[in-house]
């Protein structure tokens, strides 16, 4: 039985064995089917791909030649464009060259009618430069003749001054020389009559003292003339004078009267030649000063005698200018200026001169 068993068993999982074997094989078939189906799928599949794919790239290449074609057609109409745009820019061009070549001859022909302009106008400015430079010359030579003649009438002007000053210094002279000598024979005259009317005087004085006192002493006699002939004498300086020195004598006190009367003459004298060298300087002065003045825009030099430290006096100049004369305030004032950029002066006629340069130089 157990036998029966264990062959039982033994069937038992044979037949199990050839079941799971008959089991595998049908899966091993079915899924031999399965793999076959599924090539055949994955063939159809692949095949349809590739139909798909031969008819993509039919379509795409048919697309493609369709673009090709549109672009050989886009070329062509933009080579026809672009014919057409280079047919027109040509013309375009021949048309510009046309006007410029027209613009160019109309430019010469400007220029060529501005070069005569120019011409004709460098032509007017010459003739008129010259006009200009013979009226310069003209002016110049006028000027120059004025300048010459103003000269020859200063010169003239110089020399009649020359003899009107040496006839009026001759006869100023001859005045001064005749009444010095008028004046000496005066003086000479008054001095002798004076002495002698004096001596007489004093004699008589004295001889009165000695008849008014005829029993006094002789200096007591001397010293009473002494005082009357100093009481005598009318100018109170001089009897004053002789008074502080106290004589004893007439005699002394009739020397020393005519000393005081002597120095009074003297003084006298040298008063009136003081007054007549005034007299002398102040018509000098007025003969040689400027009665009519300057006018404006004249040139003058300016009395400037300023010293410097470390130049001698006698080697400055003295004399600054020119100047031009700006404006005439008055007769004896004027403002001046030495150039146009410096600065304005008011000065006194008498610290002016004429000025006898070039009158280009003032600036």
């Known amino acids: 039985m157990a036998s029966e068993q264990n062959v039982l068993a033994t069937i038992t999982q044979m037949i199990q064995g050839l079941r799971e074997e008959k089991e595998k094989e049908k899966l091993l078939k079915e899924e031999r089917r399965v793999l076959k189906e599924e090539e055949k799928e994955k063939r159809r599949v692949l095949k349809e791909e590739e139909k ?49 070549e027209k613009e160019k001859r109309r430019v010469l022909k400007e220029e060529e009618k501005e070069k005569l302009l120019r011409e004709e106008e460098k032509e007017k400015e010459r003739l008129l430069k010259e006009k200009r430079r013979v009226l310069k010359e003209e002016e110049k030579e006028k000027e120059k003749l004025l300048r010459e003649e103003e000269k020859e009438k200063e010169r003239l002007l110089k020399e009649k001054r020359r003899v009107l000053k040496e006839k009026e210094k001759e006869e100023e002279r001859l005045l001064r020389q005749q009444e010095r000598e008028e004046f000496h024979q005066k003086v000479t005259n008054m001095e002798i009559r004076f002495q002698s009317e004096i001596g007489g005087f004093e004699a008589d004085v004295k001889r009165l003292c000695h008849l008014a006192y005829p029993g006094a002493p002789i200096d007591f006699v001397d010293q009473l003339a002494a005082q009357t002939l100093i009481d005598a004498i009318r100018d109170v300086e001089a009897q004053r004078v002789l008074r502080l020195a106290f004589f004893d004598k007439s005699r002394e006190a009739l020397v020393r009267a005519l000393e005081v009367e002597a120095a009074y003459r003297t003084h006298e004298l040298v008063g009136t030649k003081i007054r007549m060298a005034g007299h002398r300087m102040r018509t000098r002065y007025y003969q040689r000063a400027n009665h009519d003045g300057f006018g404006q825009n004249d040139l003058v030099w300016l009395f400037h005698p300023k010293r410097k430290k470390g130049l001698s006096p006698e080697l400055m100049a003295l004399w600054k200018g020119p100047y031009k004369i700006i404006k005439r305030i008055n007769d004896l004032v004027y403002r001046i200026q030495q150039s146009s950029k410096s600065k304005a002066k008011v000065v006194h006629l008498g610290r002016l001169a004429c000025y006898q340069g070039d009158r280009t130089n003032w600036t």
């Open 52 to 100: 798909e794919k031969e008819k993509l790239l039919r379509e795409e290449e048919k697309e493609k030649e369709k673009l090709l074609r549109e672009e050989e057609k886009e070329k062509e109409r933009l080579l026809k464009e672009k014919r057409r745009v280079l047919k027109e820019e040509e013309k375009e061009k021949e048309k510009l060259l046309r006007e410029e």
